[in-house]
Each structure stands twice: as structure tokens, then as C-alpha cells.
């Protein structure tokens, strides 16, 4: 099963967005999961714009999901690391300390 983490600035908005509606389009043929680039958010529940937005598309996520900042496990860990912008991928390849940048996209 591939493993897929989409990442932006404080997983409280853009990359849950992304980890929830893909969990939702791939049932369990792939683990989903989203992270932060930084530690600004970190602890911190899905925002609840980003929650309105969920229940307005009928979309299932984790109320109880809190902003996780993105660590070396996980880079060795997933397989595709998915930055919400070029700025995520940036600054996904500077904390992957070159290791892991093939792993690296831009969505």
C-alpha cells in the first residue's frame, strides 16, 4: 500500500483539506495523512473554515485531528510527500536535508 503525507504551513487547513477529500476519493487502497511544514500551529485543530467546508460536502474527516510538524520518521516513512505549494515543497527539501527529495512533490 503506498503511503502519501500532503504538507503545507500549519496542517490546519490546505493539507487536512487534501488528506480528508483523498481519504474520501481512494477508500483504503492508500494511507493518507497531512503534516506541517512548521511548528506555528502545532497541537491545533483542523481550522474551522476548513471544517464548515467538510460538512457543506458532506466530506468525513477527524474532528479530533491536531497539526503535526512533518519529522524525519516521516520522511522515511511515506512514500510521496506532497507540498500544498512551492514554498511547502522548498521548505520540505531543506528539512529533508537532501535524504528524501525524490520523494517531494508538488501537488
Known amino acids: ?14 493539507s487536512p483539506m487534501a488528506e480528508f477529500v483523498m481519504k ?3 477508500a483504503d487502497t492508500v494511507e493518507i495523512a497531512s503534516r506541517a511544514t512548521s ?4 497541537g491545533n485543530p483542523i481550522h474551522r473554515g476548513t471544517q464548515k ?13 491536531k497539526s503535526q ?3 524525519q ?13 512551492r514554498e511547502n515543497v522548498r ?5 529533508s536535508q537532501g535524504q528524501f527529495d525524490d ?5
Do not use: T
Not at 1 to 11: I, Q, R
Not at 53 to 65: E, G, L, N, Q, R
Not at 91 to 95: M, N, T, V, Y
Open 1 to 14: 500500500m503506498k503511503k502519501v503525507c500532503f504538507v503545507c504551513l500549519g496542517n490546519i487547513c490546505r
Open 24 to 26: 474520501a476519493a481512494a
Open 39 to 42: 511548528g506555528w500551529e502545532h
Open 53 to 65: 467546508i467538510f460538512k457543506k460536502y458532506d466530506i468525513a474527516y477527524d474532528p479530533s485531528k
Open 69 to 71: 510538524q512533518i519529522n
Open 73 to 85: 520518521a516521516d520522511f522515511r516513512y511515506f512514500d510521496l510527500i506532497i507540498g500544498m505549494d
Open 91 to 95: 521548505d520540505l527539501k531543506r528539512l
Open 103 to 107: 520523494k517531494i512533490f508538488l501537488l
